[in-house]
């Protein structure tokens, strides 16, 4: 396995009753095949995971093992506060034979410290024998994961990458510097793939990708080949869809422009919800201008 290039967060879609739409979730993931991402992720934040039960995000996570069959490395999310119950969902993750790595964040609420996210991850780390990808996201979590702590904890054998969301490109070169050359480190914000990859970051955990996941792929794989000029220009024509994305909490927007291009139901589970009116509109016009909406679809 080599988590290298395009990985989708991909949503979890639902019917308007609020339970899980299998067909939708199948399609979107042949989709997300077939378009060329490098590797899935579900039951991450993007997924509404919080919101699912401990069976439904099974299910998610076996539905992307069934629909994937070995096609590309799954990377599926197994996040507590708990670091009892951390354990446990990553043990379950485990005995799967589908499941590549592990996800799994900070403990959110808690605001442990240092230390503290030092031994949780370890204690992680220490009962499964799969890979770990941790996931740094201090605009949810309200725990920042410090460089100094990451190098640490890239120490720990089967800890082998970060999803790094911290939202600050200082803090992400410190990290490149102190971790070790094979420790993969991730993009987990579309708009900055770029200078993460030209840093020595190896790819992205996209959130954009749901909707334009060639598109993404290839922008990640030719920026991974050098080819900054294809890079940049790909970037620069879909960067106003990867903002509009976060104008408001994800994944209320990703979840609209995927219903508008008719591959969901707009469907969401409390807390999350549709849109304001204001945001449909910016949502419409961006997407239709990067291409994605039909004159039909944006009508209606």
Same mark, same amino acid.
């Given at each position: 396995?080599?988590?290298?290039?395009?990985?989708?967060?991909?949503?979890? @879609? =639902? %019917?308007?009753?609020?339970?899980?739409?299998?067909?939708? !979730?199948?399609?979107?993931?042949?989709?997300?095949?077939?378009?060329?991402?490098? !590797? /899935?992720?579900p039951c991450g934040t993007t997924g509404e995971t919080?919101?699912?039960?401990?069976?439904?995000?099974?299910?998610?996570?076996?539905?992307?093992?069934?629909? #994937?069959?070995?096609?590309?490395?799954?990377?599926?999310?197994?996040?507590?506060?708990?670091?009892?119950?951390?354990?446990?969902?990553?043990?379950?993750?485990?005995?799967?034979?589908?499941?590549? #790595?592990? *996800?799994?964040?900070?403990?959110?609420?808690?605001?442990?410290?240092?230390?503290?996210?030092?031994? %949780? !991850?370890?204690?992680?780390?220490?009962?499964?024998?799969?890979? *770990?990808?941790?996931?740094?996201? @201090?605009?949810?979590?309200?725990?920042?994961?410090?460089?100094?702590?990451? #190098?640490? /904890?890239?120490?720990?054998?089967?800890?082998?990458?970060?999803?790094? $969301?911290?939202?600050?490109?200082?803090?992400?070169?410190?990290?490149?510097?102190?971790?070790?050359?094979? =420790?993969?480190?991730?993009?987990?914000?579309?708009?900055?793939?770029?200078?993460?990859?030209?840093?020595?970051?190896?790819?992205?955990?996209?959130?954009?990708s749901n909707v334009i996941p060639a598109e993404l792929?290839? &922008?990640?794989?030719?920026?991974?080949?050098?080819?900054?000029?294809?890079?940049?220009?790909? %970037?620069?024509?879909?960067?106003?869809?990867?903002?509009?994305? !976060?104008?408001?909490?994800?994944?209320?927007?990703?979840?609209?422009?995927?219903?508008? &291009?008719?591959?969901?139901?707009?469907?969401?589970?409390?807390?999350m919800l549709a849109v304001k009116a204001e945001t449909?509109?910016? /949502?419409? %016009?961006? $997407?239709?201008?990067?291409? *994605?909406?039909?004159?039909?679809?944006?009508?209606?």
């Amino acid at each position: 396995m080599q988590l290298r290039g395009c990985g989708t967060a991909l949503v979890t @879609p =639902f %019917h308007q009753d609020g339970s899980l739409d299998e067909q939708a !979730f199948r399609n979107l993931v042949s989709w997300q095949i077939e378009s060329g991402v490098d !590797f /899935l992720v579900p039951c991450g934040t993007t997924g509404e995971t919080p919101t699912l039960t401990h069976d439904e995000w099974l299910q998610v996570i076996d539905l992307t093992i069934e629909v #994937a069959q070995g096609r590309v490395p799954i990377v599926a999310g197994a996040t507590s506060n708990s670091t009892r119950e951390a354990v446990s969902k990553a043990q379950e993750l485990a005995t799967r034979l589908g499941v590549d #790595a592990i *996800l799994t964040a900070s403990p959110y609420y808690n605001k442990p410290t240092q230390e503290g996210q030092y031994q %949780h !991850f370890k204690a992680i780390a220490n009962a499964v024998d799969k890979p *770990l990808v941790l996931y740094n996201v @201090p605009g949810r979590t309200a725990a920042n994961i410090e460089p100094a702590t990451l #190098a640490r /904890l890239s120490k720990i054998e089967n800890i082998i990458a970060v999803k790094e $969301a911290s939202g600050s490109m200082a803090q992400i070169a410190e990290v490149l510097n102190l971790v070790p050359d094979d =420790f993969i480190v991730l993009s987990g914000d579309d708009a900055i793939t770029l200078p993460v990859i030209s840093l020595g970051g190896q790819g992205i955990i996209s959130v954009a990708s749901n909707v334009i996941p060639a598109e993404l792929s290839q &922008m990640t794989q030719v920026a991974l080949d050098g080819d900054w000029t294809r890079a940049r220009r790909i %970037h620069r024509k879909y960067l106003p869809l990867m903002q509009a994305l !976060f104008l408001e909490s994800n994944p209320m927007p990703v979840k609209c422009v995927l219903a508008m &291009m008719g591959r969901i139901e707009e469907s969401y589970r409390l807390p999350m919800l549709a849109v304001k009116a204001e945001t449909r509109s910016k /949502l419409e %016009h961006v $997407a239709t201008a990067a291409g *994605l909406l039909t004159e039909r679809m944006a009508a209606r």
